[in-house]
């Protein structure tokens, strides 16, 4: 029950800088340790031994960074398989979990694309879950670019179709706007945030924009991924039933579009000309292998919402409460030092049963 609420997730470290390899190393250097020992020898509390099963779960670009593991661009691009990118896209589907991390633990390069030891390497890769928030926004993403795309590419992408979307956006009470970048033709628009991007995905009138037939592939482009991400969040879902509907969501994806010379009808429709994105085909290959593997969970006690609404939370701390790094990074006016100190604070009051709010003072008026 816990799971889904920011406050009951601990952070154990924060810091300033980029996300890379080398920074992270330091960073996480003495949870590592700790981690490898909770790993072999488990904790003792009030007598009793605890043995603990350590997860893993990140967005795409983390969960690289963390097995030592190329960029998602690179020939190798799957964590978990070692499928390369021309293999993607040739209708076979069947890649299942094939490293391990064992073996990396061996030989830190002994799969192609693997390039540094995993900082996690006590955590089998069979742990290391893909996250179903970011497979969820970056399937949408593309889905809403692709409708774009296909609007630019039939020469359509003109103030009437941009206000057609802008209705419809209003329709769906989410705030869209475009815009032209400065000093080029290219337009720019909102990004969907978590929560909007779903409702497009149900609700946008796509009839509005497209003839009958193309709106209504679209849609089951659009209704098939809803489905799937539905699916995804059932702890009942037959991790089976899941790769079959996937691979048949996959297959429409890939369509192509063959096109009569001569009478110029649509003998065969496409979608999209799909760029390497590996989230696809961890979705369609690896995804009800996970369900199988950690059935007892389900899929969405390894959802990072929580963690991220958390990290939503630093952020407005940040800016509302600290003093913003004041002078000085490294004294104890750091916002690091700041968010960290509240976090404890909370802890305290969570875990000695204080509550966090109190009645509104009232002003009474002595006459
Ligand atoms: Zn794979």
């Known amino acids: 029950m816990n799971l889904f609420k920011p406050d009951c997730h601990y952070t154990t470290v924060l810091f300033p800088g980029t996300e890379n390899y080398p920074t992270l190393t330091v960073a996480v250097n003495a949870l590592i340790q700790e981690l490898q020992e909770l790993s072999n020898n488990g904790m003792i509390i009030n007598n009793i031994l605890w043995n603990f099963e350590l997860f893993f779960s990140s967005d795409w670009k983390f969960l690289a960074i963390c097995l030592g593991f190329n960029a998602a661009n690179s020939n190798y691009f799957c964590p978990w398989c070692e ?21 990396l633990n061996e030989n830190p390069i002994a799969y192609p694309g693997h390039k540094l030891p995993p900082l996690f390497n006590m955590i089998s890769l069979k742990n290391h879950v893909p996250d179903k928030l970011h497979i969820m926004l970056r ?15 039939e020469g359509l992408f003109n103030d009437i179709s941009r206000n057609i979307i802008i209705k419809e956006m209003e329709k769906l009470k989410i705030r869209f706007e475009f815009w032209k970048i400065r000093g080029t033709e290219n337009w720019d628009y909102t990004s969907l945030m978590g929560d909007d991007k779903l409702r497009v995905l149900q609700n946008f009138n796509l009839a509005k ?10 849609k089951s482009l659009w209704n098939g991924f809803a489905e799937l991400y539905d699916l995804l969040g059932e702890i009942k879902t037959d991790p089976q039933y899941f790769r079959l509907k996937a691979k048949v969501w996959y297959e429409l994806f890939l369509k192509k579009t063959v096109i009569d010379p001569e009478t110029n009808n649509i003998l065969e429709q496409t979608l ?16 009800w292998e996970f369900m ?21 939370n630093h952020v407005c701390y940040f800016f509302k409460k ?21 976090e404890n604070r909370l802890l305290f009051y969570t875990q000695n049963n204080v509550s966090l709010s109190y009645p509104k003072p009232q002003n009474i008026h002595i006459l």
């Not at 499928?83 to 991390?101: C, E, F, L, P, Y």
């Not at 809403?144 to 609007?151: C, G, Y």
Request: aromatic share 6%.
């Open 292 to 312: 199988l593997i950690h059935k007892r969970w389900g899929l969405n006690a390894f959802s990072c919402s929580a963690v991220e609404k958390k990290n939503h």
């Open 83 to 103: 499928i390369t990118k021309n293999q993607r896209g040739n209708g076979q589907v069947d890649w299942v979990i094939s490293k391990s991390m064992s073996i």
């Open 139 to 153: 399937i949408t993403d593309r889905l809403w670019e692709l409708v774009l795309q296909e609007i630019k590419n």
């Open 209 to 218: 924009l497209f003839d009958p037939e193309r709106a209504a592939l679209i």
């Open 322 to 342: 600290t003093l913003k790094n004041g002078e000085n990074f490294q004294n104890k006016t750091s916002a690091i030092c700041e968010i960290l100190e509240h």
């Open 272 to 287: 999209s000309i799909i760029r390497c994105n590996p989230i696809y085909l961890c979705l369609v290959s690896h995804v």
